[in-house]
């Protein structure tokens, strides 16, 4: 076991660190997802593009929230 002060603590860093990436993860699925040559007839329509694409910003503006508000607690309230 890592010297980390608590269970919760691990498990809040970990799911930190999940939050961090997901954006990352998803932007690379749609690049896939629209990349003809790979998807064929399969790839997204302009409707599912702008919602996945504009579900992305907000989870990038999500992760943003988070990690200030992980890094300076105190700092939004």
């Known amino acids: 076991m890592l010297p980390i002060k608590s269970l919760i603590d691990a498990m809040l860093q970990s ?3 999940n939050g ?7 932007i690379a699925m ?19 593009n702008v919602l996945a694409w504009a579900t992305v910003i907000v989870l990038i503006v999500l992760t943003g929230i988070l990690v200030i508000t992980s890094f300076f607690p105190t700092l939004l309230g």
């Open 20 to 26: 961090v990436l997901l954006p990352v993860i998803l």
């Open 30 to 48: 749609l690049k896939l997802i629209n990349d003809r040559r790979i998807m064929g007839n399969y790839v997204n329509g302009r409707i599912f």
């Open 15 to 17: 799911q930190t660190l």
